[in-house]
């Protein structure tokens, strides 16, 4: 019960930072286009988001599952680029690599809606672009945190779909 709680918690205040930086709480278009499309909504999101298909990676043959969904810029264990390969590939899963450079508070509101999904992992990557999220088939390229448009893309997932994999390399 106490972990229900916690949960809302986290969604509630996930939302409210939406709102507080002028994101929308309603659902932005999914469809893939080369322009920046601001969140739908009354207020048009401060980020601008670029979402384009791309091509999955291939098969991987030495990987570890993650042992959790958020790593923070100090962490030691960061999954491998062939484990998050196989995250992609085998597990439908999607990957967020974002800047370190972000605002402590975009850092945060990342991480409550990392915890809050499933099959989602991220981590620190290269400075530009702020965030780069990716399933196998598209991937999404922001200049800053954009929860809803983050969901989007995690809604475009296939859940049911994950391939028989075996044992980790």
């Known amino acids: 019960m ?35 499309v601001p969140a739908a909504g009354t207020a048009e999101s401060p980020v601008t988001c670029d979402l384009r298909p791309r091509t999955a990676p291939g098969e991987t043959t030495s990987w570890t599952h993650p042992a959790k969904s958020f790593y923070d810029p100090s962490d030691e264990d960061i999954p491998s680029r062939t484990s998050l390969d196989h995250l992609l590939v085998k597990d439908d899963a999607l990957v967020i690599e974002y ?29 530009t672009p702020a965030v780069r999220a990716v399933i196998a088939s598209t991937e999404l390229v922001c200049d800053g945190v954009d929860t809803v ?3 989007d893309l995690a809604r475009d997932r296939t859940f049911g779909q994950v391939a028989d994999h075996g044992e980790a390399g």
Not at 15 to 36: D, E, N, Q, R, V
Not at 104 to 115: D, F, I, N, Q, V
């Open 149 to 151: 448009r983050l969901s």
């Open 99 to 127: 800047s370190a450079r972000l605002p402590e508070a975009s850092l945060k509101a990342l991480r409550e809606w990392t915890y809050l999904q499933t099959a989602t992992v991220a981590l620190p990557g290269p400075d």
């Open 2 to 36: 106490r972990q229900a709680l916690a949960r809302v918690a986290l969604a509630v205040t996930s939302l409210a930072f939406c709102a507080a930086c002028g994101g929308a709480t309603s659902a932005a278009p999914s469809a893939a286009s080369s322009a920046a």
